[in-house]
């Protein structure tokens, strides 16, 4: 079960396997024959406010065996495009509802951004907080934490942002394949 914002969601709704075509799809396919059912649950412009509100049927009524969740981004977003924000401590209260009545195994993906437009650096400051909370939760709550803000970053060093992130939020292609690659590697190759 994956479940999340847009980067997560990617056209899923549309899509007739209901995966979109990005992170969640790459996985599918590198998984192949040896899958087991994959569920995308994100939507576009969800804050974890919003995953709360539909965690019990979008999530939960499915009886996951694992759930991803990434989260977050829209959460500095709103702060700087709607003046609209959301506290670190609201945040992780909200990030608290989504696990508290998980009990199988629980992955937690970095929400990330890859400045490219001017003043996205700013957003850390917003941004950082909440990467402090995700942290702290994988550790409290027993889960695999996925560092992509950490490791889209380091690869933007050499990349450049927009190569995997256009608007600095929205993996490209490559972006996606690199989350796709890095959850793997994190969640079923350690």
């Known amino acids: 079960m994956f479940a999340g914002d847009s ?9 007739p396997e209901a995966l979109g075509n ?8 590198d998984l192949g024959a040896r899958r087991p059912r994959i569920v995308n649950a994100g939507i ?19 009886e996951p065996s694992l759930v991803s969740v990434l989260i977050g981004i829209n959460d500095t977003w ?6 609209d924000p959301t506290t670190a401590e609201s945040f992780e209260a909200s990030y608290r509802a989504l696990l508290d009545p998980l009990t199988c195994p629980v ?4 929400p990330f951004l890859l400045p490219v437009k001017d003043g ?16 702290k939760l994988a550790v409290e709550y027993g889960a695999i934490l996925v560092p992509a803000d950490v490791e889209l970053n380091r690869q933007a060093s050499s990349l450049g942002a927009a190569a995997l992130a ?7 292609a490559a972006g996606h394949r690199a989350i ?11």
């Not at 997560?8 to 709704?13: F, L, S, V």
């Not at 992955?107 to 970095?110: D, Q």
């Not at 256009?166 to 490209?172: L, Q, S």
């Not at 796709?180 to 350690?190: F, G, K, T, Y």
């Open 166 to 172: 256009g608007d600095g939020v929205h993996p490209t």
């Open 78 to 83: 709103r702060r700087y495009d709607e003046d």
């Open 120 to 135: 996205q650096e700013a957003w850390r400051e917003d941004l950082d907080p909440k990467l402090d909370v995700v942290r």
């Open 22 to 29: 990005g992170y969640v799809r790459n996985l599918y396919d």
């Open 44 to 62: 576009s412009g969800n804050r974890a406010v919003d995953l709360v509100s539909r965690w019990s049927t979008d999530v939960l009524a499915h």
């Open 7 to 15: 980067v997560t969601d990617c056209g899923r709704r549309t899509d």
């Open 180 to 190: 796709a690659d890095l959850w793997r590697q994190v969640v079923l190759e350690d």
């Open 107 to 110: 992955v937690l993906v970095e």
